[in-house]
């Protein structure tokens, strides 16, 4: 990465890779209960923490755009050999899984956007979600932080069960690490720009499957019918799955039914052997 750009990468079992993204309130966390199950079904998943995001550096004058964000996870991807990965990501993830799609073919095999559209942007209403809670974390402290948080994750939930002080705590524990470099970092995202031409124009370049996986229970942060119609009328290979009765956070109320549907996907799509910084398989 560019000086001050360090990215957050956790590696958890061994086979064929699955990438994982998390949204811009996620971190490696929030797929604790994703990562263990795909490494158990044969799988080595891989997270990889956008910059800003989780533990990864949060300078405040890096390029925040989500074409930067994707060039970082490509970069990860390179340094560490794979290739032909299936990507989940969830929310703003996803816009960044699809340019990753079609900016290096060669790195993604398939992709499982969980409740993420082709945003053009970062500053969609995740992000707003997001910089409220970083302004509360600098002027109300972590416990107020907490406490919003808590309240939000249950309104965005179907069975809120899942959203205990603990849960609340985990996700909420980078950010709060240090507030200030927190909202630099939203702010940088604010104020990034992405290339003059629109992901809209680019899906069509997308050839691997695609599965968009959304929550049927009412909640907030869900994908516009508009993005949902934009990609199916440009991808050549998208299914769209619901979920009955889970909301934003699909990986939290079903774990097993996400982990499933990504088995089925990564056995479905060719396979490439892992490749060593000096060229050797491993």
Avoid at 44 to 69: C, F, H, M, N
Avoid at 106 to 111: E, K, R
Avoid at 239 to 266: C, M, Q, W
Wanted: glycine share 10%.
């Amino acid at each position: 990465m560019a000086p001050a750009e360090s990215i957050a990468v956790t590696v958890v079992g061994r086979g064929e890779p699955i990438v994982l993204i998390p949204g811009l309130f996620g971190s490696a966390f929030a797929f604790r209960k994703i990562a263990p199950r795909l490494a158990e079904a044969g799988f080595e998943a891989v997270i990889v923490e956008p910059l800003g995001i989780g533990a990864s550096a949060r300078p405040r004058s890096a390029d925040y755009s989500l074409t930067a964000q994707a060039a970082r996870v490509a970069a990860v991807l390179d340094t560490l050999g794979l290739r032909n990965a299936v990507v989940v990501a969830h929310s703003i993830g996803g816009s960044i899984a699809f340019r990753l799609a079609f900016h290096r073919p060669d790195l993604v095999a398939g992709i499982v956007s969980i409740e993420g559209g082709p945003a053009e942007e970062a500053t969609t209403s995740g992000f707003r979600f997001a910089m409220h809670f970083a302004k509360l974390l600098r002027f109300g402290g972590s416990g107020l932080l907490r406490a919003e948080v808590n309240r939000e994750m249950k309104r965005a939930s179907g069975d809120s069960s899942w959203v205990t002080d603990s849960v609340v705590t985990g996700y909420t524990a980078d950010a709060a690490r240090d507030f200030g470099a927190t909202l630099n970092a939203f702010q940088g995202m604010a104020e990034s720009h992405e290339p003059p031409e629109p992901l809209s124009a680019e899906l069509h370049r997308i050839r691997c499957p695609v599965v968009l996986l959304l929550g049927t229970a009412p909640h907030s942060s869900g994908v516009p019918s508009s993005e949902v119609a934009l990609l199916q009328d440009s991808l050549p290979a998208l299914a769209v799955d619901s979920i009955a009765g889970v909301g934003h956070f699909v990986f939290e109320e079903k774990p097993d039914t996400v982990v499933d549907l990504v088995s089925r996907l990564r056995r479905s799509v060719p396979s490439v052997a892992h490749a060593d910084a000096d060229g050797g398989q491993r």
